[in-house]
């Protein structure tokens, strides 16, 4: 069907600019945008005014299949998403057993298959994600891995991870890391500071994130592959990752939603639910990382998007499960920093979309003609209070419960399809 979507606000990121026209969807794919014509045989839609902009690729989205289909099946996490504006997943290897072996990514890839959105996967850096012994990077390749991770886990042994850095430059293989340095690290929950002394809870130095960037960025210009952070969350580590650009090292970074809105006072009186890793930074912290998102440093937002089940939510805050779901708030998140005069809508999506799937070698996340139709329209202005119990994810663990927030998906679009139509949708 062709479809002709028309006074749509269009947000294009690659261009940076917001104009108003139409767009004509055809064979899954952008065939004309601008001031045009609806096609005589198109199903029209009014966009009156809404913003339209390219679905969001979300890397690092945690999935529970394998065996945490009690946290979030590929099912509930593709529905929450297509309700996100989410049109692209890129699932995490930390599944139970994880992604690092050919068999287990192509059952995944089978049972993602049901999704109403794409769901691509990484896979796992080290076997078993334990940092002992690369993983067979090519033949994961081959079976369509995009990236290799051990989210959380950080090599500790430098001569594997610079072995597994060297084989996957050899195949033009991408590499996350997660830049924090393990020992430090280790047990904490919290940021150091005044906050964290006065509730009597283990914190861990700013300076962890730096020195695990640190030595990264040392391998990647040691050995050249293709590098990218999943989170930076310290004004302390933005200085080696600007270098690391001006020396033409191929190095991108990513924030999550959470670090670019909430502080670590929102911890309160030790509210779970607001317990991330890495954990809530300072306000300066967090008011640098959207400027680094800004000025393009850091290039990617992401949703870290984290079930956790209510049994391990409800625990003492050091005992607590870290992490919190994020596909279904990232657009009414990221509004609060477009409200705030933060960031614009096109910088928002460049960073949510065209940078992401530009990192990937995917065709998603443009404004163009001949672009995958993976589109999002939405309403930026719509106020509305958060009910965790509404959301389309298994587990609820979000920080945003019961807060006002602005911004409603209306409609979402995989390949030209609406996969997502919220009642408030202009027919």
């Given amino acids: 069907m062709t479809l002709f979507l028309q006074n749509a606000r269009l947000i294009d990121p690659d261009a940076l600019t917001e104009t108003v026209g139409n767009l004509i969807i055809d064979n899954g794919v952008i065939a004309a945008i601008g001031d045009k014509q609806a096609p005589a045989d198109a199903k029209v839609i009014d966009c009156r005014g809404k913003c339209l902009a390219p679905g969001i690729v979300d890397i690092g989205v945690k999935i529970g299949e394998p065996g945490e289909r009690h946290r979030e099946s590929f099912r509930s996490a593709?529905?929450?998403?297509?309700?996100?504006?989410?049109?692209?997943?890129?699932?995490?290897?930390?599944?139970d057993p994880c992604i690092d072996n050919p068999?287990?990514?192509?059952?995944?890839t089978r049972r993602a298959a049901q999704a109403p959105v794409r769901i691509l996967h990484l896979a796992a850096l080290t076997k078993d994600r334990a940092g002992h012994e690369m993983t067979e990077i090519g033949f994961l390749l081959d079976t369509g891995a995009v990236a290799f991770s051990d989210v959380y886990h950080v090599v500790k042994d430098t001569k594997v991870l610079s072995r597994a850095m060297v084989y996957a430059r050899s195949l033009g293989a991408l590499i996350i890391g997660h830049p924090q340095e393990p020992i430090l690290s280790k047990g904490a929950c919290v940021t150091n500071g005044k906050f964290a002394s006065l509730r009597g809870l283990p914190g861990v130095s700013p300076m962890a994130e730096r020195i695990g960037l640190d030595r990264d960025l040392g391998l990647v210009e040691m050995t050249g592959v293709r590098y990218h952070a999943d989170q930076i969350t310290t004004s302390?580590?933005?200085?080696?990752?600007?270098?690391?650009?001006?020396?033409?090292?191929?190095?991108?970074?990513?924030?999550?939603?959470?670090?670019?809105?909430?502080?670590?006072?929102?911890?309160?009186?030790?509210?779970t639910f607001f317990k991330l890793t890495p954990p809530l930074r300072a306000e300066e912290d967090r008011q640098a990382m959207i400027a680094a998102v800004g000025s393009g440093l850091i290039d990617i937002i992401c949703s870290m998007h984290t079930?956790?089940?209510?049994?391990?939510?409800?625990?003492?805050?050091?005992?607590?499960?870290?992490?919190?779901?994020?596909?279904?708030?990232?657009?009414?998140a990221a509004?609060?920093?477009?409200?705030?005069?933060?960031?614009?809508?096109?910088?928002?999506?460049?960073?949510?979309?065209l940078n992401p799937?530009?990192?990937?070698?995917?065709?998603?996340?443009?404004?163009?003609?001949?672009?995958?139709?993976?589109?999002?329209?939405?309403?930026?202005?719509?106020?509305?209070?958060?009910?965790?119990?509404?959301l389309q994810s298994k587990s609820k663990n979000t920080p945003f419960d019961t807060q006002r927030m602005e911004g409603k998906v209306l409609a979402t679009f995989v390949g030209g399809t609406c996969v997502y139509n919220a009642q408030e949708m202009p027919a």
């Fill in 103 to 108: 068999e287990t990514l192509e059952f995944v």
């Fill in 236 to 271: 302390r580590a933005l200085p080696a990752l600007e270098r690391a650009k001006e020396n033409g090292l191929d190095v991108t970074a990513g924030v999550s939603i959470h670090h670019l809105t909430l502080n670590e006072f929102d911890v309160g009186d030790y509210r």
């Fill in 357 to 390: 799937a530009k990192r990937l070698g995917l065709p998603q996340g443009r404004m163009a003609e001949g672009a995958p139709a993976d589109l999002v329209l939405f309403d930026p202005d719509a106020p509305f209070v958060l009910d965790r119990w509404t």
């Fill in 307 to 332: 079930p956790a089940d209510e049994e391990s939510k409800r625990l003492p805050f050091e005992e607590a499960a870290s992490g919190a779901v994020g596909l279904e708030t990232f657009i009414p």
């Fill in 335 to 353: 509004m609060r920093l477009y409200h705030q005069g933060g960031l614009t809508l096109p910088q928002l999506f460049r960073a949510m979309s």
């Fill in 78 to 95: 593709g529905m929450a998403a297509a309700a996100g504006g989410v049109t692209t997943v890129i699932a995490r290897p930390d599944t």
